[in-house]
């Protein structure tokens, strides 16, 4: 047998929902929601892959002229689930990559080759889709959820939003697609990742992150506002803008910032194992968001 061919785990993963996206098309914008709302949208591989088929979908309709993704309940999205009786960290799925599979890999190639395919590959993925793309964000979108609304081209907000990467508390630097200091200023960025704090929607407005902040209740109107002006323009148009921008943010090191910082993401997963026996320092989604809401209180 090949010695670096492991045995795959096997653990009980136990989905609350097998619905975990809901698609829908109106007026030619495809909706695209989060649907974990018992766990604040946190991203499983479940959620993923449907994820996946529904950008796949909305793009072979002609019919669709630009996808909303959105979040059901309280919250956009918690980030990647470490935690719910969801996460399937061991379950391989039809990979939609050239990535081989992950769950037959020992230590922390395992992890890697994962991430690879699931979470740097599937948002340099959604970000070409080749129909513009707006995130409706509300109440937290933290850590992999930073990673689902940067993908997307424009972000409106609504003014209960806020944002945060507290991965640093794990000895990571920040989520595994590495978009922080194209987002915000370089010193901001350290700020965001070294403090972990959140931020509101109005300032990262003023930084340029969010495109539009408004009332709650305003939200989902001006997203569909939005997505009606888009949607009456030419199709190749809104294609060839996305690309001419996305080149520009490519010319200034956007695919070598997250290349490089993906792999210092995980050396700081391998020196956890090493040095603490698990790749995210012991913390689970409970953990991080009761010191999440400890530090809010007290700030």
């Not at 766990?39 to 950008?55: I, K, P, S, V």
Request: hydrophobic share 40%; net charge negative; charged share 25%.
């Amino acid at each position: 047998m090949n010695e670096d061919i492991v045995e795959p785990k096997v653990v009980d993963v136990v989905y609350e929902t097998d619905e975990p996206i809901i698609y829908e098309v109106q007026h030619g914008v495809a909706w695209i929601t989060m649907n974990r709302p018992q766990f604040n949208n946190a991203q499983n591989g479940q959620m993923t892959y449907a994820l996946d088929d529904a950008f796949g979908r909305a793009v072979a309709d002609d019919d669709v002229r630009c996808i909303v993704l959105a979040g059901s309940g309280k919250h956009f999205s918690a980030g990647h689930d470490i935690g719910t009786p969801g996460r399937d960290l061991h379950k391989q799925f039809d990979n939609r990559l050239l990535i081989a599979p992950h769950v037959n890999k020992p230590a922390a190639e395992l992890l890697y080759t994962r991430e690879q395919e699931q979470y740097i590959g599937m948002c340099r993925r959604w970000r070409d889709a080749p129909k513009p793309t707006i995130a409706m964000v509300h109440g937290a979108c933290i850590a992999g959820g930073l990673m689902l609304a940067w993908v997307c081209d424009l972000i409106v907000a609504s003014d209960d939003a806020f944002f945060q990467d507290p991965v640093v508390r794990m000895g990571i630097p920040g989520v595994e697609y590495f978009a922080h200091a194209f987002e915000l200023p370089p010193r901001v960025a350290k700020e965001f990742l070294l403090l972990g704090e959140r931020m509101t929607a109005e300032r990262a407005y003023g930084f340029g992150m969010v495109n539009k902040v408004v009332p709650r209740e305003d939200l989902r109107s001006t997203v569909e506002s939005w997505a009606a002006k888009i949607v009456k323009q030419p199709r190749l148009g809104n294609w060839l803008t996305k690309q001419a921008v996305n080149h520009v943010e490519e010319l200034r090191g956007k695919r070598a910032a997250t290349d490089a910082v993906f792999h210092m993401h995980h050396f700081a997963h391998a020196q956890n194992d090493l040095t603490l026996g698990n790749s995210i320092a012991g913390l689970d989604g409970k953990a991080m968001a009761a010191e999440n809401k400890k530090r809010a209180d007290n700030a």
